[in-house]
């Protein structure tokens, strides 16, 4: 069964790090590419940065430089690194598949990200 399962988020300070985890359980995620989205209080779901199974990352402008995506597919994990964290990061994070995926049936728990001084 399908199954991702997000942990590592926390409350930190503004300029601190975190490091998000995705425990993927099928096949399917260790061939799709796979990208961490985050949602905001009262804003809608925005997909943050990617990875492609072979290893190619794309990043939304507003996180990169700060964060880094990585996968290591022999353990069906992926890994989002966030440094420099600003109060606009708070948010409950998440990991899916991405485009050409979808990722409607595959959605986690998600884990709560607080950027706050």
């Known amino acids: 069964q399908e199954q991702l399962v997000e942990s590592g988020g926390g409350l930190v300070q503004p300029g601190e790090s975190l490091r998000l985890s995705c425990a993927a359980s099928g096949t399917i995620f260790r061939i799709a590419a796979m990208g961490w989205y985050r949602q905001a209080p009262g804003k809608e779901r925005e997909l943050v940065a990617t990875?492609?199974?072979?290893?190619?990352?794309y990043y939304a402008d507003s996180v990169k430089d700060r964060f880094t995506i990585s996968r290591d597919n022999a353990k069906n994990t992926v890994y989002l690194q966030m440094d420099s964290l600003k109060p606009e990061d708070t948010a409950v994070y998440y990991c899916?598949?991405?485009?050409?995926?979808?990722?409607?049936?595959?959605w986690g728990r998600g884990t709560q990200v607080t950027v706050s001084s």
């Open positions: 899916n598949v991405v485009k050409p995926w979808s990722p409607n049936a595959y």
């Open positions: 990875i492609s199974s072979g290893g190619s990352t």
